[in-house]
Every structure is written in structure tokens, then in C-alpha cells.
């Protein structure tokens, strides 16, 4: 069940970010070399990387795990962006512009979780009533 994750709004935005976060922490003091900055880009990195990965997996289940993966390291992000907003290692404006995008990201990203998963009970749904009638 391969699906064409470049062709994903949700691979997009989260690829686009993850851009736009490797260039905000090219700015970042060095002593969060092994800190934040190493967190954050590994964050980011990981959304885009566990969509596509997903992509290819033979189960919807399974593309849901890996949709799950992203949605936590979006999660990191926010705590991420935060701390930086309040070390001052970035800007109000630019926590608020990042931050937007992030939470576009993680409400696109949650709806087509919920998507997937809903599927998930209609079969169910649907296979249940179909035993009971045929008893």
C-alpha cells in the first residue's frame, strides 16, 4: 500500500519546517551544540522522515504508527521553540512565526491521523453487523 508522500500536504509543511528550523539554529550560541540545538534539528529532521517511511508500509495501521512518531517529535518542537523563545535564542516574532506553522503542521497532521483511524472502526463497524445478521 505505497502511497506518494511527496504529494502529502503534511510531508510538505513538515519538510518545509524542518528547513526553516536548521537555518534558525545555525544562529543558536554554541554552547547548545549538544543540547538544544541537536534536539530540535533531530526533531524536525524526524517528521518528514517518518511520514515517507511510513508511506510505503503495507498497513494503514503501520503508516498510522509512523504518522504517531511525527506527531510526537512536532511535540518536542513546540516544548523546543519555547525554551528558545524564553533563552532568548530567538524572537517573539519569530517563536510566533514558527510556532504557527508548527501548530498548522500538528492540526493537519492530527486530522489525517484521525482520518486513518476512523477508517479503522467503520470496518469494524461494518464487520460486526455483518456476523450479526448472518446468525
Known sequence: MSRNYKNMEIFKLSYELSLEISRLLD????????NIISQMRRAATSIPLNI???SVKKSPREFLNFLSYAYGSAKEIDVLLSMSKDLNY????????LFG????LMAKLFGFMENIESRFEIKKKFFTKFRNEEK
Open 27 to 34: 544562529r543558536f550560541p554554541e554552547k547548545e551544540k549538544d
Open 52 to 54: 515517507a517511511e511510513g
Open 90 to 97: 530567538i524572537t517573539k516574532g519569530e517563536y510566533k512565526l
Open 101 to 104: 506553522k508548527l501548530d498548522k
